[in-house]
């Protein structure tokens, strides 16, 4: 199924010369959402993760439903001052400025999850704070990749996305 095409483009968002690609439409639908899932899935070898890990916020609503899907623990990368000490916390640029990642310390085998990978600031950022907090990253998928804006890898490989945009 292409989920692409049911992404809404909203131009000029957040400030003038970003399009900003809504997945909101995946999440509203059963029938897509059941369909995002299943694809983030796919490719994850499930018996090497015991949490994961969704940045704030639209990872949430994407690592959330995976996690109970599998039978994980669900962990937030929240925006600074959301979670109560202590906390580690990770500073980065993002394609229209900076902000600040935080997470709470914990263990385990971790799957990092968001909806798009642009420059690859917060995904960088999350994976830097994961670390420090305790967590041993196994693996990273994203909905969408804007190749085109990157060229990140995690373990010497591209990261993996269902869709990826290249142009």
């Known amino acids: 199924m292409d989920l692409l095409s049911h992404f809404r483009k909203v131009t000029d ?11 909101s439409p995946l ?5 897509l959402l059941a369909e995002t899932l299943k694809q983030l899935s796919s490719s994850v070898d499930w018996s090497l ?3 994961v890990i969704g940045i704030e916020s639209r990872g949430f609503m994407l690592g959330a439903p995976l996690a109970a899907r599998h039978g994980k623990g669900f962990v937030p990368c929240r925006k600074a ?22 997470m709470q310390p914990g263990q ?14 917060t995904l960088k950022a ?13 693996d990273l998928v994203v909905l969408l990749n804007l ?7 995690f373990n010497n490989s591209p990261i993996r996305s269902v869709i990826t945009v290249s142009d």
Do not use: C, W
């Not at 968002?13 to 997945?23: E, N, R």
């Not at 999350?126 to 196994?138: D, F, P, R, T």
């Open 13 to 23: 968002f957040p400030k003038p010369g970003i399009q900003f690609l809504d997945m």
């Open 27 to 31: 999440l509203a639908s059963p029938v």
């Open 49 to 51: 993760i015991d949490v």
């Open 81 to 102: 001052g959301k979670l109560p000490p202590p906390v580690f916390s990770e500073t980065y640029d993002l394609e229209y400025g900076t902000a600040t990642l935080e």
């Open 108 to 121: 385990g085998r971790a799957l990092i999850v968001d909806d798009v990978l642009a420059t690859g600031g």
């Open 126 to 138: 999350a994976l830097s704070i994961s670390k420090k907090a305790g967590y041993h990253v196994q």
């Open 147 to 153: 190749k085109q804006l990157n060229k990140m890898t």
